[in-house]
């Protein structure tokens, strides 16, 4: 089985192949992030056009790559949602456009399932496993059941925490993107010189939030000489990190043993998203899986944060079941993997 992957949700335009025996032929990936720089942050339109710009030279080097024609295709898998409707809709259209020409199955992914099902194709484990997802969009905990299967035992109720990282990269005079411009920052700091506040510690259930700590940090910074010294960055950076670490820890390991109960058969504690490329949050969630009997996963970064591949993955799982898709599919800006979820304040 071998199917082409397409994604252009946030600010990367990637293609991928990928086949059933979970071989990456290709997994091409082109950021963005110096067209956003100048702002500080994803503009959606230019987003949206810099997609349909490369997105045709993507997929043709993605194919020649793998030396792989459109025939040789068992599908046509893309990104549907959610994400910034722009580019989600540019890489739906190419999609379909290239399905249709080539008189393959077009299946529409939601990015979500993407990462969630990486570690299937990465390491090759059975479900049911926890997935701790942490990228710029979304913070979530989720049991991953099977295809299509996910229950979501946590989500934020305000920012994402790679939003958080952005935003105190942002306000520390650090730069964008924020996340590994925090982490170097901390590793030059003091983080017992100032205390944050650990959101949602000790709160029933496994929701997140970062508005509050986030808010903190702000009049921490006003409160510092202006403009910041190095010394006071970095100790503010690792405050927020350790705050950040700390409240993940909490909510995860809530979220463990509740999978522990409904989910016994599960032995996996996955990560995915940009900030599970955090080092010092990384060996929090290491720590928290020896103590807890979990064996913690995570898929190479490459993988973690966005690309095609996880996209094709995903299609090539859904293809088993025959779960194709009609080319009257429609774009989501929303789009939450579990639909009985109760509505949180945050990101899809
Ligand atoms: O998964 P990703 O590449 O894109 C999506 O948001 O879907 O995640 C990007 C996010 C950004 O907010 C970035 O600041 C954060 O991941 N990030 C990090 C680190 N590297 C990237 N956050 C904390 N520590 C890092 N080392
Ligand atoms: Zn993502």
């Known amino acids: 089985m071998l199917v082409l992957g397409i994604e252009t949700s946030c600010d990367e335009t990637a293609a991928a192949l990928v086949t059933g025996e979970r071989e990456i032929l290709a997994d091409v990936v082109l950021s963005q992030l ?10 959606p339109e ?19 790559q793998a030396g792989k024609s459109f025939a040789d295709l068992d599908a046509v898998a893309a990104t549907g949602g959610p994400g910034l409707i722009g580019g989600v ?46 990228s710029g969009g979304h913070c979530q905990l989720l049991a991953v059941e099977g295809v299509g299967r996910y229950t979501r035992l946590g989500t934020t109720i305000d920012d994402a925490a790679g939003e958080a990282f952005d935003k ?13 411009a925090v982490e170097r920052a901390a590793k030059q700091g003091d983080p017992a010189r100032f205390l944050l506040p650990r959101p949602m510690k000790g709160k029933p259930g496994c929701d997140f939030s970062f508005s ?9 910074i006003e409160s510092l000489p202006q403009p910041l010294s190095d010394q006071d960055a970095a100790d503010v950076s690792a405050a927020f990190q350790i705050a950040v ?11 463990i043993r509740e999978f522990n109960i409904r989910w016994p058969g599960g032995r996996h504690l996955v990560v995915a998203g940009g ?28 993988l973690c944060t966005d690309n095609a591949a996880m996209i094709a993955w995903a299609g090539i799982e859904r293809l088993r079941l025959g779960l194709v898709d009609s080319l009257d599919f429609a774009p989501r800006p929303r789009w939450p993997l579990d639909p009985n979820t109760r509505k949180a304040g945050g990101k899809a």
């Not at 110096?34 to 503009?43: K, Y």
């Not at 949206?48 to 997105?55: E, K, Y």
């Not at 393959?104 to 194709?121: I, S, W």
């Open 245 to 255: 670490a700390d409240s993940v820890a909490d909510r995860t390991r809530r979220a």
């Open 168 to 180: 105190v990269a942002k306000m520390a005079g650090l730069g964008y993107p924020g996340g590994p």
């Open 212 to 220: 509050g700590l986030k808010n903190a940090v702000r009049l921490l």
């Open 275 to 302: 900030v599970a490329a955090n080092t010092a949050l990384r060996a929090v969630l290491i720590r928290l899986s020896n103590e807890t009997g979990m064996t913690f996963l995570a898929p190479p970064l490459k």
């Open 34 to 43: 110096e067209e956003h720089r100048p702002f500080g942050g994803i503009v």
């Open 89 to 134: 809709i540019v890489g739906v259209m190419t999609a379909k456009a290239l399905a249709l020409g080539a008189g393959k199955p077009f299946l529409a992914v939601n990015h979500l399932e993407g990462h969630a099902l990486t570690a299937r194709l990465t390491h090759g484990i059975d479900f049911p496993y926890l997935l701790l997802l942490a």
């Open 46 to 64: 230019i987003a949206a056009r810099s997609h349909l710009q490369h997105i045709d030279r993507l997929v043709a080097e993605a194919m020649a």
